[in-house]
């Protein structure tokens, strides 16, 4: 006798398994590496956040005393490199008076040397458990969770339209093929920030996206079902059981997300999240609002904006309940470098004059009333789309096909679609605006940092897919530009510099006005910024087939195109330019204009001149060209002379700029 296995239950048994054996795999990794050495040591803002990780999970508080830097040395071997600290105040709340009635008065705190941390606090405190559990590995462990969360929730909400193959495949590609997994390596609030929108949009829409299923009769319990497996015997109880219980967890998983309570579910945790990144976070509000009242629910649309606004509040009012501060990157706030408040006995708050001001309000009057803003803008959208280290359509490439899919589509006049896309044009522009000079995060960070957080809402753009063609194509391109990152995201985030030097890449403009906060900065030995003999020069170093100057001058390499940035403080007129070498070699040179190719004779000295193209602004009024060079034979002085220096050498230049 035989009996048909009930179809529905093995729908996604298949993703479920592979997901499965991934995250057990990343679980187990995530729990047995070297996390310093591993992480190669402190990156970007890690070391705020780790200390505040171990100071939660230790001490149960926030505040930054010796044994806070201790604790950290003890497992870094090194200071935290890098920790933004803050003097706290104490806050008083009164009430009366004018409108709004409320007064609030701020006074130094008593004890001058009680320091806050001077980041956000939501991430270190949820990962705080599973640090008091496992050390920094339970950093990395609450990484790998929020990234699961987060693909169980993009899966479930494409597989609500698409058969679970192509829904799979494209959920792969939208984490995988993208510069999201190197983010996993951070211990930072990356992850978190991009995993809580996500659900958040999650809660949102699935209730819209289910019934647009359901009005073109493409039901997710009863379409693309697999061929029925036909087992025999004493077995054929087990599907029903099986069967019953899918459907019933089905049923209830189906009138649980698609309550209206998940409106104000996702509205709260976009408020949190806004709290740990303010831009563009705040922004994704918008289209929450703007659904309801598109749909002429006008006090729905009301109450949902004030719950994401009041959740914000709360987590800001409870930084100032704790250091006396709403904004934690405002008031008294200084970073550390090398040296550290209780590192030696006279290592006292007052010792350090350096001050750090990164409050978003005070960048915005800054550069909002600037006669250069439309120019700006203009070409930061470009930097922004198509950037060599930042663009989002390389990087962020899975996005960009949800993108061109939808518009491709029928469901491009969807209403949740419409204000969906609208909201992430809208994060996107007011990062340019507001920060013009620094949308990318700083310091160098693989990809667009600040983008990332805004980059799962593409996710809900995507339309029922009939074919693989859109996860394959995400795949493909996207892994062209982040195949290092995913291969290896330790390295990838340590070590960001690298990723920029060969390959795809470089084919992509470079973010001249962003000079200064280009992945080269952090390379070691220093090849950003250097100065020049000439006043006011100064060069980076984009790759390495060119090296920083010498007393005799700066040599090419005779292996490829060498692109160094070259700022000056006034616009520049030409280059005078010599170039000498051992060999006969054809030398070309660029800065931003015509390219000059000269041949140079052996041991002869050759002067020319390069004409300057128009500049770029850069962030303190100086003019940024992208110079470039190459030599077409090199030579190797080892086999030369003798000498120690196996290095690939073309010619020597030696130049001068003659400024406007």
């Not at 996500?198 to 359901?214: G, S």
């Not at 990144?277 to 749909?295: C, F, H, I, T």
Request: charged content about 15%; hydrophobic content about 50%; glycine content about 8%.
């Amino acid at each position: 006798m035989t009996t048909t296995w009930p179809r529905r239950s093995h729908r996604h048994l298949g993703p479920a398994l592979v997901a499965f054996v991934g995250l057990f795999i990343l679980l187990s990794l995530a729990r047995s590496v070297d996390v310093p050495r591993t992480g190669y040591g402190v990156k970007s803002d890690e070391a705020t956040y780790v200390a505040m990780a171990l100071s939660l999970a230790y001490d149960g508080d926030l505040t930054y005393e010796k044994r806070d830097l201790e604790r950290f040395a003890g497992l870094y071997h090194s200071g935290p490199n890098g920790i933004f600290l803050k003097r706290g105040k104490h806050v008083r709340v009164e009430l009366g008076g004018p409108f709004p009635f409320v007064r609030l008065t701020k006074r130094d705190d008593t004890n001058p040397d009680r320091l806050y941390y001077g980041k956000a606090f939501i991430y270190p405190l949820l990962a705080a458990p599973l640090v008091r559990l496992y050390g920094l590995n339970g950093m990395l462990i609450f990484n790998v969770l929020l990234l699961a969360v987060a693909v169980v929730c993009a899966y479930a909400f494409l597989a609500a339209e698409s058969p679970p193959a192509t829904a799979a495949l494209f959920t792969s590609a939208f984490f995988g093929a993208a510069a999201l997994p190197v983010y996993t390596a951070f211990l930072m609030p990356d992850v978190f920030n991009l995993a809580i929108v996500l659900v958040a949009y999650f809660l949102w829409l699935y209730k819209d996206v289910r019934r647009t299923a359901e009005s073109v009769r493409l039901k997710p319990d009863t379409t693309y079902e697999p061929t029925p497996v036909v087992v025999s015997g004493f077995s054929r109880t087990l599907p029903g059981v099986v069967s019953g219980f899918s459907r019933t967890l089905s049923d209830m998983m189906a009138r649980l997300l698609t309550a209206p309570w998940t409106d104000f579910a996702a509205a709260v945790l976009l408020g949190t999240a806004t709290y740990s990144k303010p831009l563009p976070v705040a922004m994704l509000v918008a289209p929450l609002v703007a659904l309801a009242w598109w749909r002429r629910r006008w006090v729905r649309g009301f109450a949902v904006g004030a719950v994401a606004v009041a959740a914000a509040a709360s987590v800001f009012a409870l930084n100032a309940a704790v250091t006396g501060e709403f904004n934690y990157q405002g008031g008294d706030r200084k970073t550390f470098v090398d040296r550290f408040p209780f590192d030696r006995q006279d290592a006292t708050w007052q010792t350090f004059a350096q001050d750090v001001v990164d409050d978003p309000g005070q960048a915005a009057q800054a550069v909002l009333i600037n006669r250069q803003l439309p120019a700006r803008f203009a070409r930061n959208v470009e930097y922004f789309l198509l950037g060599r280290h930042f663009g989002f359509i390389p990087y962020y490439f899975p996005g960009f096909v949800a993108v061109i899919a939808w518009l491709s589509s029928r469901r491009r006049r969807d209403d949740w679609r419409v204000v969906t896309f609208a909201g992430f044009v809208l994060a996107a522009v007011v990062l340019l605006l507001v920060l013009p000079f620094t949308w990318s995060g700083g310091g160098g960070p693989p990809g667009n940092r600040y983008a990332l957080s805004a980059y799962p809402v593409l996710l809900f753009l995507m339309p029922p897919m009939v074919s693989v063609a859109p996860g394959l194509l995400a795949w493909l391109v996207g892994a062209l530009f982040t195949a290092r990152m995913l291969v290896s995201p330790f390295a990838a985030a340590k070590f960001t510099w690298e990723l920029y030097e060969r390959g795809m890449p470089r084919r992509l403009p470079v973010e001249l006005p962003m000079s200064q906060d280009l992945p080269v900065a952090l390379a070691q030995p220093m090849r950003s910024p250097i100065p020049y003999s000439d006043p006011g020069l100064r060069l980076s170093f984009l790759d390495q087939n060119a090296w920083p100057p010498e007393p005799t001058g700066m040599w090419v390499s005779g292996a490829g195109r060498a692109e160094i940035i070259l700022r000056a403080e006034r616009p520049v007129r030409h280059l005078l330019v010599e170039a000498e070498s051992p060999i006969r070699t054809t030398l070309s040179v660029s800065l931003g204009g015509d390219e000059v190719h000269t041949v140079i004779e052996p041991r002869k000295v050759t002067t020319f001149t390069v004409p300057a193209g128009s500049p770029v602004p850069g962030r303190y009024g100086d003019s940024v060209y992208l110079m470039t060079t190459q030599s077409s034979d090199g030579f190797v002085p080892h086999l030369v002379d003798g000498s120690a220096d196996y290095r690939n050498l073309g010619a020597l230049l030696r130049f001068r700029a003659v400024l406007k």
